[in-house]
């Protein structure tokens, strides 16, 4: 598919997503309308993403070297930035409305997102008082900074995410997903969790993982290779997100703009599946 006509596919699809969250309401209470929309800053951001601009400054410097001209209006960047950033909440939602969590089998993981190397930590001044150390089991090494949690489906959308203080135990996060996530979840060993196990069946949640070595597994064997078969999809979901659009590094000063660089990644990592697909 053609740049141009990407970059229309892409506003249409969160344009259509702001106008069904937003409806007849207002996301600001006053001042001036600005002068590039709220659909058009999200999708220059997306479609900045895809094309390997990762930064709010290569992502500006990326659409004035190249796009002036259909967005004649596009600010400086430092306003263009502010306004991306002012848009973390409504990403979000833009997220949860294109890509909803809608079928019943789900797989769920997470990565590391350092914020400084480790003997760096002592002088690092960003992020106080959100970041914390934490344990990567699949690089077996410590981390300061966060842990970015993801539920994707069978197309290998990513339909639901989390950040949190790389100390907090990954099998709290999927509380955030009672009431809106039913069926079969896979994960891998570090979801392991008599008590997780009792609350997801009250919830209507089938959580399946492999079993460490020294535990009884009364499942066919087939059946739980055809599980790690299925959960092993996520490990390149976040390779991709990792190696093509530096979700693990985090590019921000505080926790906030975070999530919102995180939102625009994963609507450019979703929206990229569909093109392949087309």
């Known amino acids: 598919m053609a740049a141009e006509l990407r970059l229309i596919a892409i506003y249409l699809a969160v344009s259509d997503a702001c106008r069904r969250i937003v409806g007849n309401g207002r996301l600001r209470r006053r001042g001036f309308a600005p002068a590039l929309t709220d659909a058009e800053v ?119 995410f989390a950040l949190t203080p790389a100390n907090v135990d990954e099998r709290l996060v999927v509380r955030n997903w009672f009431g809106t996530l039913t069926g079969l979840m896979i994960g891998d060993k570090g979801f392991i969790s008599k008590v997780l196990d009792e609350e997801c069946d009250d919830h209507a949640i089938d959580l399946q993982t492999p079993l460490r070595r020294n535990m009884p597994d009364p499942r066919p064997q087939e059946a739980v290779h055809r599980l790690m078969r299925v959960r092993r999809r996520i490990e390149t979901t976040i390779g991709q997100l990792a190696e093509f659009y530096g979700a693990e590094k985090p590019g921000a000063r505080d926790a906030f703009h975070l999530v919102g660089r995180l939102a625009r990644k994963i609507l450019a990592y979703n929206m990229s599946l569909a093109f392949k697909e087309s």
């Open 42 to 160: 999200i999708t220059l951001e997306i479609f900045a993403e895809m094309q390997g601009h990762h930064c709010d400054s290569a992502i500006w410097r990326h659409v004035d070297a190249h796009w002036r001209h259909f967005f004649p209006t596009l600010p400086s960047r430092s306003v263009f930035t502010k306004h991306g950033a002012n848009l973390s909440v409504l990403k979000h939602m833009v997220q949860r409305d294109l890509y909803p969590i809608a079928d019943d089998i789900h797989v769920t993981d997470g990565f590391p997102i350092s914020v400084c190397k480790n003997c760096r930590v002592p002088r690092c001044k960003i992020f106080k008082g959100e970041a914390a150390w934490g344990y990567c089991a699949s690089k077996q090494e410590y981390c300061f900074g966060f842990h970015g949690h993801l539920v994707t489906n069978l197309r290998d959308e990513i339909v639901a």
